[in-house]
């Protein structure tokens, strides 16, 4: 009697590198451009190039089906970018920064080896201050929305690094006579590109 060879049971397919279920926390930095629109009554605008540096925290929760990663990640800048409005109207000498800057945002990626590339969007707010050359300065939280891309690469264990670019557009605020001399209207649309390291627990 013939015996007969027992199939060979075929490992599964193994997991992405990249990706996984779980929280994750980590450190970002980068450079941020754009520009400041002020504009009075409609009748006076001008736009003023603003750019400078942000560096935080950030904070996000995973979740992985095949290869197809998800999630919702958070973070908190200080902001450094800022412009100065010289003789031009409206507000002929104000400074206009952003003082500070976060996100909400989903996440929706797809893990390939040991890199994750993602596409994000959601809420951003900031905190945007106009000054005088006489000291008075007017500050307010403004919301917004986000939306970019970015790769995220796991290194050695928990570990990864990742690249983003956001752009990011903010509400108007008003700056006041005593700052700006007449009630300006400020806007602030602007480009991050930064960099950053994640721990995942």
């Given at each position: ?36 629109t002020l504009s ?61 800057f976060g996100t ?98």
């Open positions: 009697m013939a015996l007969k060879a027992k199939p060979i049971a075929k490992a599964p397919p193994a997991a992405p590198s990249q990706g996984g279920s779980g929280f994750y926390a980590g450190i970002n930095g980068g450079y941020s451009w754009g520009r400041a009075e009554f409609s009748f006076f605008e001008s736009t003023i190039n603003a750019r400078n540096g942000m560096a935080g925290l950030t904070f996000g929760y995973n979740a992985q089906s095949g290869s197809v990663v998800y999630g919702v990640e958070t973070d908190i800048d200080a902001a450094w970018m800022k412009t100065t409005n010289w003789g031009a109207p409206p507000c002929f000498a104000c400074e206009i920064q952003l003082r500070y909400l945002r989903g996440r929706l990626g797809y893990a390939v080896g040991k890199a994750l590339p993602y596409i994000t969007a959601g809420l951003a707010y900031g905190s945007l201050s106009t000054a005088s050359l006489v000291g008075t300065t007017e500050t307010e939280t403004k919301f917004g929305w986000t939306g970019g891309a970015g790769v995220e690469y796991a290194m050695f264990g928990a570990w990864s690094v990742k690249a983003e670019y956001l752009y990011f557009e903010l509400d108007r605020m008003t700056c006041g006579t005593l700052t700006c001399g007449s009630e300006v209207e400020v806007k602030l649309k602007g480009n991050l590109v930064r960099t950053g390291f994640n721990y995942r627990f």
